[in-house]
């Protein structure tokens, strides 16, 4: 416990934390050039125009994880996965998986839902379909969109971001 609470009070929001989701040093200056300023700002226009965007969905995810919230997006990712799965062993199997990680009462990245539709899901997932996880990735989907979204669109991690997309556009048009 005093190990996590330690993590807590060292939490940075800094650029130095999304580093993971920027290419090697030699290449920012070639991934600046696909990521503009207008793409930075769409993400602040809708959540799905963030999470359609590999480097907003990057950029996201890694602010979650400096909130130590990262499960959410991780479970929507897996539903997105699961639903693309054709044979129903596969879906089964990822079925299980899914429900193991963030859906049990026990799962180690439990994501926040109500008794009953963790429940409705436990009964659809018996016989797993391609929708049998909608209705809690939904919930998840607005729970993200509601409250972690607007955090990270105000937060220096996106900001810091933003900025330095406008300066790199600014340089390069000089």
């Given at each position: 416990?005093?190990?996590?609470?330690?993590?807590?009070?060292?939490?940075?929001?800094?650029?130095?934390?999304?580093?993971?989701?920027?290419?090697?040093?030699?290449?920012?200056?070639?991934?600046?050039?696909?990521?503009?300023?207008?793409?930075?700002?769409?993400?602040?226009?809708?959540?799905?125009?963030?999470?359609?965007?590999?480097?907003?969905?990057?950029?996201?995810?890694?602010f979650l994880k400096s909130e130590f919230s990262d499960e959410n997006i991780e479970f929507w990712l897996a539903c997105e996965d699961y639903k693309k799965s054709k044979s129903p062993a596969k879906?089964?199997?990822?079925?299980?998986?899914?429900?193991?990680?963030?859906?049990?009462?026990?799962?180690?990245?439990?994501?926040?839902?109500?008794?009953?539709?963790?429940?409705?899901?436990?009964?659809?997932?018996?016989?797993?379909?391609?929708?049998?996880?909608?209705?809690?990735?939904?919930?998840?989907?607005?729970?993200?969109?509601?409250?972690?979204?607007?955090?990270?669109?105000?937060?220096?991690?996106?900001?810091?971001?933003?900025?330095?997309?406008?300066?790199?556009?600014?340089?390069?048009?000089?």
């Amino acid at each position: 416990m005093k190990t996590r609470l330690g993590c807590l009070s060292n939490k940075s929001d800094s650029c130095s934390d999304f580093s993971e989701f920027l290419p090697p040093a030699q290449e920012r200056s070639t991934r600046y050039l696909k990521l503009s300023t207008d793409e930075v700002t769409r993400w602040a226009d809708s959540f799905d125009a963030l999470l359609s965007n590999k480097y907003g969905l990057a950029a996201f995810r890694t602010f979650l994880k400096s909130e130590f919230s990262d499960e959410n997006i991780e479970f929507w990712l897996a539903c997105e996965d699961y639903k693309k799965s054709k044979s129903p062993a596969k879906m089964m199997s990822k079925a299980n998986k899914i429900y193991k990680e963030f859906i049990d009462v026990h799962a180690p990245r439990e994501v926040n839902i109500d008794h009953r539709t963790r429940e409705e899901t436990k009964q659809r997932l018996l016989e797993p379909t391609p929708n049998s996880l909608s209705e809690v990735q939904a919930k998840v989907y607005s729970l993200m969109e509601k409250d972690s979204y607007p955090r990270f669109i105000r937060s220096k991690i996106y900001q810091d971001l933003l900025n330095r997309t406008q300066i790199y556009c600014q340089r390069k048009s000089v």
